[in-house]
Every structure is written in C-alpha cells, then in structure tokens.
C-alpha cells in the first residue's frame, strides 16, 4: 500500500497557533513626530544630522522645532532664543554661521606676554596650541591658559630655526599602543639643523637625519594606507625623503625608507595626492613639479619620478584634491591634471604678484593674497571664461598679505605690517570684523602680526613690538552682542571699519 501525503494550508501570518487574529507589528514610523522629537533629547547634534538622512519621515522629525529649540539651549545656554521667523533650525545654523564668521564684538579673550621676538607658525586644534618662535617650540593647553594654570611646555630639542610643524593622528605612528590615545595628535617638526623630531607628551620620541641642509617643509598628509604610513620632506639639498613613523628607536634608526632625487633647487612644498595617497607631489623654488610613487622601487634615483611639469613664478602654495593640484606660482594660479600633468585651466590671474594661497575645491572657490589686499575667486566661472574676474577685493591692509585662512564661513587675512586682522565671508567676501591683534600700550611700538592660526569659533593671533609681543586668543562660540547692534550705521561700512568699534577691550 503506497503512503499517501497530506496537504493542509499553512497558518496565514496573521493567526496565532489557536487561529486567532494577533495585533500587526508596530514600526517606529507608528509615533507622532512629537513623541520622536522627545525621543532626540538623548541624541547629538551628529546624531540628529544621521538620523535625518535616514528616510523622510526621520526628516521630518530632526528638521522639527522642538528638536531645535532644545539643540539650541544646549549649545547657548546663557543665550536667550531670539523669536524665530524661518524655522528654529534655520535660526540655529544662521548663528553658528555668524559666530564662525566672527560677527560678533564681544568674545572670550585671552592674552599672553612674550618676548619681542615673532613667532613663526602657530598650530591650533582642539585644546592644544603650537607655537614655533626661533628653534624652540612652545605647546599650550588651551583651558590651562584659561584658567591661569602652568599651561607653557617648552621644547628646545632642536638646534637652529624651525621650518616647519604638522599635527598627524597618533594611531597612523608606531608611538599608539591604547585605543584612547587614538584620538590624540602627535606634532611633527622640522629644522635648518637638518633634522626632523616627533613629539608626545612634552618630549621627543623620534629624531630623523638624511637631509645634507635644512629641512625646510613636511607632507601636509601621511603617505600610504593602513598602519604603516611614511612622512615626507623636502629640504635645501634639493631632495624629497621618506620617513616610517613604524621605526623604534628614539633616533629613528632604520626611518629612511627612500630619498628621491630630481629637482635642482631647494625643494619648497609637498603634498600627497588625494585619489592615490602612495603618490607625492614637490615643488622646488624654480617652479618645477615632480610627481613621486612612493611604492615605486628601483636602484635607478630618480625612476620614482611618475611626472614632471612646470609653472611659471616663484611657488607660493599649492594644493591637492582628487586628481587636480592647484598651484599658485608668480601672477597665477592654475590646475594641472595628476593624471597626464597637463595644464587645465587657469583659475586666477592677478596684477601683482601672489603672497599666499587657499582653495576650497568643493565650494569653487579660491582666495589669493597680494600686496594690500586679497581677492576671492569663483572657480567655475573662470574655468569657462578665457579672462577671470575676481568675486571680491578684500582691501584694507597695509603690506603684503600673507596670513591667509580659508574656510566654508570665512576668510581672515593679515600682514605681518598691519596689526589688524580682517575677516570676510567666504561665498560673498563681505566684510566681517576687524580684529586688532595689539596696540603700542601693549607691546610699545608695534611691527605687526606674525602669525595667526583659525579653527571654528577661534583665533589666535600673534603681534610684536620692540617692547615685547602678545599672544592674543579670541572665542567667539559663547558670543551674544552683534557688530551691528554693537556699533553705529558706521560699523556696517564695508571699507576700513573704525576700529573702536570692533575692539574687544572696550567698556
């Protein structure tokens, strides 16, 4: 007798095991946009950003004005909510906006008294401050310095002028050994002792040698993938070095990995090319470009060399991004193609020679320094035009601007001739405040600025006089009196704005 098989229906998804109907699942998109929106409290700024690109409707709940309003009193506590007309969130990046744009006559200030001596550069990120004077070399914790604690470690490891200082993250070295130092920075310096030092934790962990002169510049990024990346350097020998951050050994014993050989003259700029980091882009004082791979090897010297062009004018900056390098040279700038190291087009072209250079590629604009003033440059436009024109004349300086700093908010610029420091709207070049870095009172006849450095709400500016100089820190985060509200009909003048009115130290 052949077994026979039975066929019964299967349970449809909405009975129980006794056929009864069960309540259908509940999904998130069930609350009201009210009961969400409470949810957010324990969420970030980040988190609210994430979580809005998500799907519409968590759009609609991270755009809502309850999220806002408690983002907004968390963020400015001391601060009063104005009465919103566009939406609180509106309001909201309207005020990070001016408080970046330094907008404001009223932030934390902070100054510290040094020696008549300038400063060369100046690094600022996060709580820590870098400041190279001469061949010693100053870190300040910035809350420290707030709070009138011993906030001054000096280091003094090398012995001539330094050139050059960079902030690297300190799980890409060999030096990170817990998970928690992986958010901190390890400080990279060079020197015409020919020498290159990293530094943590207030001493030197490493010190590499193989230039035959000054160091003069560093990679402005690691070379390579994962852990074991390189650091590059171009020195007076007219060579480019690379150095393993995975080397032991406080002298950097075994750190050469390659020296590349090419350029006549003193090497002045390199940067690592942004679509493949294995690749390093030099320039020399004679404005000739060389394109290295880093992971190129032969006995041939120069065979790492993958490309080669040239622009005309002395170098003043240069820039990578993706497959482009953007170079300012002479009167110009313009952006050459890794790939083939062939001209694009000229992006900018200027009446007097070019001091200093920035670029944002992803906003299309560039801003150049010259003598007296800066300009700023819409990218797309020029690249379609055989005649650039400038966005905007940043006038009101007195000398050469080559304190430049650009960002998506703003531009600030600076003369080592002028003790005022000037800043702008980055999409429009509208002026913005004028910031005095000291006066004669202060510092007794004042030379100027020497350096400045910008990050966020903050700047931090660096004036000498023959009598002594000042470290001036601003924080314009916390901010509440606007320049316009501050000042008379006078304060909105776009050209060379009184300076009581902007001057932080009034009554």
Request: proline share 5%; hydrophobic share 30%.
């Given at each position: 007798m052949e077994p026979s098989l039975s066929l019964s229906p299967s349970p449809s998804p909405s009975t129980g095991d006794h056929g009864s109907e069960t309540e259908p699942a509940t999904s998130i998109t069930d609350l009201d946009v009210d009961a969400l929106a409470h949810c957010t409290s324990y969420l970030s700024l980040q988190d609210v950003s994430n979580m809005a690109m998500s799907c519409k409707f968590l759009n609609r709940v991270a755009y809502s004005d309850l999220v806002w309003h408690r983002l907004y009193r968390e963020q400015w506590p001391q601060q009063l909510p104005p009465s919103f007309t566009s939406?609180?969130?509106?309001?909201?990046?309207d005020r990070v906006s001016a408080l970046q744009q330094f907008k404001f006559v009223d932030p934390l200030v902070a100054d510290f008294y040094t020696d008549a001596k300038p400063y060369q550069h100046i690094l600022l990120d996060k709580n820590l401050m870098v400041l190279s004077q001469g061949s010693s070399i100053q870190m300040m914790k910035i809350d420290s310095f707030l709070?009138?604690?011993?906030?001054?470690?000096?280091?003094?490891?090398?012995?001539?002028r330094v050139t050059c200082?960079?902030?690297?993250?300190?799980?890409?070295?060999?030096?990170?050994?817990?998970?928690?130092?992986?958010?901190?920075?390890?400080?990279?310096?060079?020197?015409?002792?020919?020498?290159?030092?990293?530094?943590?934790?207030?001493?030197?962990?490493?010190?590499?040698?193989?230039?035959?002169?000054?160091?003069?510049?560093?990679?402005?990024?690691?070379?390579?993938?994962?852990?074991a990346k390189s650091l590059a350097s171009g020195g007076e020998d007219g060579t480019v070095r690379l150095w393993s951050l995975s080397s032991s050994g406080k002298r950097g014993q075994q750190a050469l990995k390659a020296t590349f050989y090419g350029h006549e003259k003193p090497v002045k700029l390199v940067s690592v090319a942004e679509y493949k980091t294995s690749l390093l882009v030099s320039i020399s004082r004679d404005s000739k470009i060389r394109v290295?791979?880093?992971?190129?090897?032969?006995?041939?010297?120069?065979?790492?060399?993958?490309?080669?062009?040239?622009?005309?004018?002395?170098?003043v900056n240069m820039k990578c991004h993706e497959s482009l390098l953007y170079v300012a040279a002479g009167t110009h700038v313009v952006a050459i193609d890794l790939r083939t190291m062939q001209k694009v087009s000229t992006l900018a072209v200027s009446k007097s020679r070019l001091c200093s250079f920035e670029i944002l590629p992803l906003k299309s604009s560039l801003c150049t320094g010259e003598d007296d003033r800066a300009i700023l440059w819409d990218i797309r436009k020029n690249q379609a035009k055989a005649k650039t024109d400038p966005v905007a004349e940043l006038d009101g300086h007195?000398?050469?601007?080559?304190?430049?700093?650009?960002?998506?908010?703003?531009?600030?610029t600076g003369t080592?001739?002028?003790?005022?420091?000037?800043?702008?709207?980055?999409?429009?070049?509208?002026?913005?405040?004028?910031?005095?870095?000291?006066?004669?009172?202060?510092?007794?006849?004042?030379?100027g600025c020497s350096a400045i450095a910008v990050d966020g709400y903050r700047i931090v500016t660096a004036a000498n006089g023959k009598e002594g100089g000042l470290l001036r820190f601003?924080?314009?985060?916390?901010?509440?009196?606007?320049?316009?509200?501050?000042?008379?009909?006078?304060?909105?003048?776009?050209?060379?704005?009184?300076?009581?009115l902007y001057s932080e130290n009034d009554d």
């Open positions: 939406g609180v969130r509106e309001a909201y990046l709070h009138g604690r011993d906030f001054v470690l000096l280091l003094n490891d090398h012995k001539a200082t960079r902030l690297f993250p300190f799980n890409e070295t060999s030096l990170s050994r817990s998970e928690s130092q992986s958010k901190e920075k390890i400080l990279v310096s060079s020197s015409s002792d020919h020498s290159i030092r990293l530094w943590w934790k207030g001493s030197c962990q490493r010190c590499f040698r193989g230039h035959n002169g000054p160091v003069l510049t560093l990679s402005d990024k690691l070379l390579g993938d994962g852990s290295w791979d880093a992971t190129a090897s032969s006995t041939v010297r120069s065979s790492c060399c993958v490309g080669m062009t040239s622009v005309l004018g002395t170098p007195i000398g050469p601007v080559i304190h430049l700093h650009m960002d998506p908010q703003k531009i600030v080592q001739k002028d003790v005022n420091i000037n800043t702008w709207e980055a999409g429009t070049g509208n002026f913005t405040n004028s910031l005095t870095c000291c006066t004669p009172e202060e510092v007794g006849p004042c030379l601003r924080d314009f985060k916390n901010a509440s009196c606007p320049v316009s509200v501050h000042g008379d009909e006078q304060s909105s003048k776009f050209w060379d704005p009184p300076e009581s």
